[in-house]
């Protein structure tokens, strides 16, 4: 008894990257320049090429073979199929340029219609027999050929939905794979969205646009379309296992380190699974769920870690030689590189949390909830959660080394987070009616906010513009509670004020209590005194003028008598 299933299942299921092998054919053999006759010619030497290989002739009296899944043994068989498509739609597109024949429309439709049945012929054969990528490749090539043929027909609202369906295909696909097929896919759909606008249009034009709407919300919601994301799904999931089990070196600091610890490549591939998850789940909330795979993941990290540091204790404990150091720069390189991924997504998940954290106790803030009435999270929180994510910029800031934009937008960033920081520690004292305190912290923070301002000058607006609208509006809140805070200070001391015993002033004007702040002078009859005025007249001693008027008659004595007279001699004119 033979089981055709079980037998099928069994086989190894073939790949064939479409999209590739029809792009690189066509513009190589003509449609570079837009020769369909050429390709055509292409096509049918490329038919016969492949038929002697996988010895699939017709023999010396033409018979006609049928491509049944029992035949299909190797990737040849699909290629085969797949030029039919390509030739017959080649021919299609040659007749469209010969406008002399009146018939060559009418048959250019009858060739197009033939290139869709053998597009669809490699639809089955790819289902049976070839794995996830290849049947979803088949599956919109059927889809852009059919669309094409309703185009043709004037059937925009069929044409629509099968166009749509293979762009979103192809949009699925760009974003897995290598780099060529993911420029061919994004290729493919630059392609496609023109077709679309243009059926939308005659469907605005020719129907009423309440049918059209109605038309595509059917087409989107058929289970053909659940289908489909399956398989999508399917696709991106076996592409992310090929690319992380033929992940045998990572590249780290300008070099490529081997990972020779089989445990420690499968707790790295467990890792990179835990972020594909984690990206998957990108527009979510911080959950439960989502810290719970945070939490995985910084445990296959540091577990990674741990094993790299026992092969370097091992490797440190035998004779050295320059075999011996070059493995142990490899291992403490992979330990560095390890530390780095691992301090990187501990970031992203602490900026999530305080990002989160952070909406809702600015909700409360701005509506005027003080911390006794605010039953969520406290500004305290936040600041915890801000003091960690400044924490992990230093890490990663040591851990490698950036170049300069990069550096830059770090540095920035660090001095952005501290500027939040010290918003919300002033939240916290505004809680706790510490007015001055409050008052000097959101100042504190407008200080912070320009010097983060200044370092983002120079760098991606991409990359910067959702940062400084951020903080600018930081500063406004800080501006505004900073006001509150003076407001509410100055009420506060006031209301103390009129609490504490009259005390007997000494004076009421402002100008002789400089030294000290006092409201006094703020309840004076009248209104506030700040000087005395008109200013009282005090006298002062004058400055004394002396005159030496009796110099003139003063009578001195003659003191000639007491000086000595000359020495006159020979030894005096010696000794002096």
């Known amino acids: 008894f033979f089981d055709h299933d079980t037998f099928m299942s069994q086989q190894t299921k ?32 490329r038919i016969r ?30 290629e085969l199929v797949l030029n039919y498509a390509e030739r017959a739609w080649a021919h299609s597109m040659a007749l469209k340029e010969n406008v002399e024949n009146p018939r060559s429309k009418f048959y250019a439709a009858h060739k197009l219609a033939k290139a869709a049945k053998w597009a669809g012929q ?3 054969l790819c289902n049976a027999t070839a794995d996830e990528r290849t049947k979803i490749e088949a599956g919109s090539y059927h889809d852009w050929l059919r669309g094409n043929i309703q185009l043709d027909k004037g059937d925009y609202a069929g ?6 369906r293979a762009m979103a295909v192809y949009s699925e696909l760009g974003k897995v794979g290598t780099l060529k097929q993911q420029d061919l896919c994004k290729d493919r759909v630059s392609e496609i969205e023109p077709t679309i606008r243009f ?52 590249s780290w600091r300008g070099e490529h380190v081997a990972i020779r610890n089989d445990k420690c490549r499968v707790l790295i591939i467990n890792a990179n699974d835990i972020s594909f998850e984690l990206n998957q789940m990108a527009g979510l909330e911080m959950d439960d769920s989502k810290l719970q795979l945070y939490d995985k993941l910084a445990n296959c990290y540091n577990d990674a870690i741990k094993l790299v540091k026992e092969d370097i204790i091992a490797n440190k404990t035998t004779k050295s030689n320059i075999k ?25 998940r602490n900026l999530k949390l305080a990002t989160q954290i952070e909406e809702k106790v600015l909700q409360a803030a701005l509506k005027g909830k003080d911390g006794k009435d605010n039953k969520g999270p406290k500004a305290d929180e936040c600041v915890k959660c801000y003091e960690t994510v400044i924490a992990n910029i230093l890490d990663l800031n040591n851990l490698k080394d950036f170049d300069e934009e990069a550096k830059r937008v770090l540095v920035a960033d660090h001095l952005s987070y501290k500027a939040i920081r010290c918003f919300f520690v002033g939240l916290s004292y505004m809680s706790v009616e510490k007015w001055q305190e409050a008052m000097a912290l959101f100042s504190r923070t407008e200080t912070h906010i320009r010097t983060a301002v200044d370092h983002y000058e120079g760098v991606d607006p991409a990359t910067s513009k959702a940062m400084i609208t951020k903080l600018e509006n930081y500063k406004t809140w800080a501006t505004s509670f900073g006001i509150t805070s003076h407001a509410k200070g100055f009420l506060a001391q006031l209301a103390t004020t009129t609490e504490k015993p009259v005390q007997p002033k000494t004076t009421g004007l402002l100008l002789d209590n400089l ?62």
């Open 199 to 250: 059926c939308n249009f005659n469907l605005g034009q020719a129907n009423d646009p309440d049918m059209v709407k109605k038309i595509l919300s059917e087409t989107e919601s058929t289970h053909t379309q659940d289908m489909l994301k399956s398989k999508l799904d399917s696709v991106l999931s076996e592409a992310r296992k090929k690319e992380a089990e033929s992940m045998r070196e990572v």
């Open 14 to 45: 073939f790949s064939l990257d479409i999209l590739a092998t029809i792009k690189t054919a066509q513009m190589l053999n003509g449609l570079r320049h837009g020769d369909y006759e050429r390709y055509r010619e292409y096509c049918s030497k």
């Open 122 to 124: 490699l639809e089955a």
């Open 324 to 348: 011996k150091e070059a493995e142990l720069k490899a291992l403490q390189l992979l330990e560095e590189f390890l530390t780095f991924e691992k301090t990187q997504k501990v970031y992203e």
């Open 515 to 576: 030294d000290q702040y006092s409201s006094d002078f703020l309840q004076e009859e009248g209104g506030p005194k700040l000087v005395e005025f008109p200013p009282k007249l005090e006298p002062i001693t004058c400055k004394p003028l002396l005159f030496d008027l009796a110099l003139s008659e003063c009578v001195f004595p003659d003191l000639s008598e007491k000086k000595k007279a000359p020495r006159t001699g020979f030894f005096s004119r010696l000794w002096g």
């Open 49 to 78: 090429r492949i038929r002697k290989k996988i010895h699939f002739v017709h023999g010396s009296k033409y018979r006609a073979k049928t491509i049944g899944e029992q035949q299909v043994n190797n990737v040849g068989f699909l």
């Open 159 to 164: 044409a629509v939905q099968k166009l749509s």
